[in-house]
DNA sequence: CCTACCGATCGGTAGG
DNA sequence: CCTACCGATCGGTAGG
């Protein structure tokens, strides 16, 4: 909340106060929290216990202790990082002018960021009830900005006639959902992104839109039928 | 998996073997398991303790192993009770000829019976790494002819012109996104199911797409554009 | 980053 | 459906 509220994994710098936490202490911290996303992930956040992931890590549990206060703040730092991820990547498509081909990046980028890091996101959706009040509010917030850059460019789609006339934050949800859902089925050897991504933009916004971001000559083609 | 594979809350009847269930323990029963998905959804199954559920139920927790077997049974029952309703209400839709009419009802009723009952599909969903692996089995069995269900309805869609033509797992995967999402943002008071079953088959289908079931005498509109 | 250890919680059982 | 209780697991700490 005060002095340290910039950024990702800046709590905690080294053991001195004064020095920043040196690129090995780094990198450990992040192979932690990657490796407990996936063990939350395949246990859940209760059932996996920090003696699985010290083990994992090839630590004793104690020893997680020095990079992380709490198992609870540990599971703040996968939710920080997946929301932070996936908003980053949303943002870039805002200066996308064009309704119809914002729209498709929108979906393209968060189908793409979702099957790209199935762990984050599986913890991130499913645990939610386990993340402690104050971390949940910030969490929170963030997830709003995300929902309120769908509902906009849905509604600006629909202002258009790119897709169908309705209401923003239902039409919002349901492409959120559509596109997330894919942390529950997608398997990386059989399944691509890609694919899928384009699946949804069709479905959305009829069989030839726009592939994605400036390179493609904002190619208008009329919907189905 | 032998004599007792035909139904819902069978296993177990009263204490004599040879005694149907009376009709207290069935209700009790009933409230027991929906009060175990309201706990599991809040806590997640692992957090939400039997005692938590005793106490919800005024009993003490040794009670409830006169009802079930164990924890892991009481988990299987909630699965069970989602998936199970959810299959019969979409094999409802099946004798709908018209393939557009087809697919948008069973994008309504998918909206509908996860929009209504959140806590058994919140377990559904987002606790299935607790599910042990016998149960699961059965569940997986049960899940796949739904996605089959809706795998052919796109396919039927899609010949017709009627969506975009897309492959047929990743439309019904995207479909199945959109309209189970529900439970993650549904809130009774403020959200309306119809609303947002009209808004997932207006974007899927078009802004005309037909309400539901026999009634609507198959209006057939150009889509968007 | 480790060894040793504690307090609390929890699923489940005995026995009625 | 209850009282009493056990064994195991787990997050976290002391102290280095």
Redesign the pocket.
Same mark, same amino acid.
């Given at each position: 909340m005060s002095a340290d509220s910039a950024g990702t994994a800046r709590r905690r710098p080294g053991r001195p106060r004064h020095t920043e936490p040196s690129p090995e202490y780094r990198a *450990?911290m992040t192979e932690i929290v990657e490796t407990a996303a996936q063990i939350f992930r395949a246990k859940g956040y209760d =059932?996996g &216990? #920090?003696?699985d992931l010290a083990a994992a890590l090839d #630590? *004793?549990? =104690?020893?997680l202790?020095?990079y992380v206060r &709490?198992?609870?703040e540990l599971l703040y730092l996968i939710f920080d990082r997946a929301i932070s991820t996936a908003l980053s990547r949303i943002e870039s498509c805002l200066d996308i002018e064009d309704p119809r081909e914002r729209l498709a990046s929108l979906i393209r980028d968060q189908a793409i960021t979702i099957a790209q890091e199935p762990s984050f996101f599986s913890v991130f959706f499913d645990q939610r009830p386990r993340l402690a009040a104050d971390y949940e509010a910030e969490i929170r917030a963030k997830e709003r900005r995300y929902l309120r850059i769908f509902a906009k460019a849905v509604a600006a789609a629909a202002a258009e006639g790119a897709i169908a006339p309705v209401e923003a934050r239902y039409g919002a949800q349901a492409i959120l959902g559509m596109t997330s859902w894919v942390y529950k089925w997608f398997e990386p050897g059989r399944d691509d992104p890609e694919a899928f991504a384009q699946t949804c933009i069709d479905l959305v916004l009829g069989p030839s839109a726009p592939a994605a971001r400036p390179s493609a000559p904002g190619t208008k083609t009329a919907p189905a039928g």
């Open positions: *450990r =059932a &216990s #920090l003696d #630590l *004793r549990k =104690a020893s202790y020095y &709490s198992k609870a």
